[in-house]
């Protein structure tokens, strides 16, 4: 998950500062090298764990870094019409944030942009979940007074209302997995994303193996408007390639009823997986015992 690079300004190894628009890398997403939690949510913390304090002591310290910056006062430009009647923010894939000073910084910017939103009086509680969270990861986001989800659906959440999904670097399967279970022309509206670049995903990839692994990425690329989240941050690879999808709020009414036809739950190869599925997670909790 972390890029190798030299120490800068005091942070940890995983930043890269920004010195060319080429050669995004991003951040993997795939199996752990570290054991997962149990079902319980449990886990082996290391001595060298940090503390919650401290987690969120260094968290404070990326929301103020970022809330400097020329990139973040460009993405709220951007973002904040489009995010001015959201009901809910649902964060998934964040990794874990207590030892990965880049996932630290994108849990940031939800954080700082969740609080520039003309939310109503007492704030919105973003729900958060990720299969490699562990003890640390939940007590922080708990005292922080955010929700952790308890149960790993593989990214299978219905946008009963106005949502802001935020997958920073997810695997696409999981966003895959979101759209299908929206794809209807009244609940595909309830939608906003933050994540990869649908562009990049459909220029980068054949479609022929695109629509195996990610069918519903291109469909939704006809569908949604993308706003691209300009990379100009000083670290390099915190946030490349990330953009804002969202739906026109009438696409039901200006796409022809075929869109919505052939809509079979996503189904893929183990070859071809990035998530961490239950399934996987299941696996890897027994091997343990």
Known sequence: MNAEGPQVGGFTDDFKLVVTKKGHRRKAKGLPNKPLPNAAGDETETNDCPSRDTVISQLRAAETDLLQSAYFAECLEITQPILSNVERIVCLGLGRFSECSIARYQLAFLRCLRDKLPLPTGGLAAQFFDPLFGRTEVEVLQTLGETVLPENVEGKYSA???????????????????????????????????????????????????SRSAGYILRAAEVFKEFPLRNTFRFSDIFNDTSLHCPATVVGEELPASVWENCEEPTYEGDDLELVSQQIVERLVIDRK
């Open 160 to 210: 009963d209302c106005r949502t802001l999904f935020y997958l920073p670097h997810c695997p696409k399967q999981l966003v895959n997995n979101l759209l299908w279970k929206n794809w209807h022309p009244k609940r595909i509206t309830n939608l906003v994303l933050i994540c990869n670049s649908f562009g990049s995903v459909v220029n980068n990839h054949p479609h022929r193996l695109l």
